[in-house]
Structures are given as structure tokens and as C-alpha cells.
Nanobody
Framework: QVQLVESGGGLVQAGGSRRLSCSTS????????VGWYRQAPTTQRDLVAA????????KYANPVKGRFTISRDNTKNTVYLQMNSLKPEDTAVYYC?????????????????WGQGTPVTVSS
């Protein structure tokens, strides 16, 4: 089982920025899309942003459009989530997961397998 490891979370003030990293030892990383998800207490885990294996396609959830940017560095086997203009409602545990775009829709490859995630807390 290949693991994705999330890092970069922490406490940040509203209006601030944070960059999350998602790294893996998977040698096929460059062939796979990656999505960032988040889960706040008492809520379901939702897709935040996703990027295709070739960097051509991205997708963002409406609440983060214009504030978050997903990118990847295949030389480092890492996907990033740059989060700007953070709001208290962005507070959640953030997870990453392999996935793919099919006819414009995003699908997680292993929806039952998740890492530890990295917590982000935005104070008002």
C-alpha cells in the first residue's frame, strides 16, 4: 500500500496563507492525479482541489476558488496546496488522495484509504 503523507498544517490567522504538501514514495506518482480534501468536525470529507497527472487539468471547490492553488512537482513526488486569504471556515483536517478525471469529473482511486491528514486552524 503506497502512502501519501500530508504536511504543512498549523495555526494561522484569518487573512493569512499556508502551503500544504502531499508527498509519496510511489514511483508512478507522475502518472496519477492527486486531490486535496478536507474534513471539519461533524462534516463529511469534501474535495477541495484536484490536479491531473500531466498538470493540464485542475478543479476547485466553489468555496476556495480564487484563494487556493493546487500544483505539483513531479521531480519531488509532491503536490502542493497554496492557501491564501484563509477564513475560519477553512479550518479542517486536510488530506490528499490519488485520483483521476473522467469526462471532467474527479474520482478518488482509493476512497477507503486515507492518511493521517494535516490539521489547519484559522483563527478569527
Amino acid at each position: 500500500q503506497v502512502q501519501l503523507v500530508e504536511s504543512g498544517g498549523g495555526l494561522v490567522q484569518a487573512g493569512g496563507s499556508r502551503r500544504l504538501s502531499c508527498s509519496t514514495s510511489d514511483t508512478d506518482f507522475r502518472l496519477k492525479g492527486v486531490g486535496w480534501y478536507r474534513q471539519a468536525p461533524t462534516t463529511q470529507r469534501d474535495l477541495v482541489a484536484a490536479i491531473s497527472s500531466n498538470n493540464r487539468d485542475t478543479k476547485y471547490a466553489n468555496p476556495v476558488k480564487g484563494r487556493f492553488t493546487i500544483s505539483r512537482d513531479n521531480t519531488k513526488n509532491t503536490v502542493y496546496l497554496q492557501m491564501n486569504s484563509l477564513k475560519p471556515e477553512d479550518t479542517a483536517v486536510y488530506y490528499c488522495q490519488f485520483g483521476e478525471f473522467v469526462s471532467g469529473r474527479w474520482f478518488a482511486l482509493h476512497p477507503d484509504q486515507w492518511g493521517q491528514g494535516t490539521p489547519v486552524t484559522v483563527s478569527s
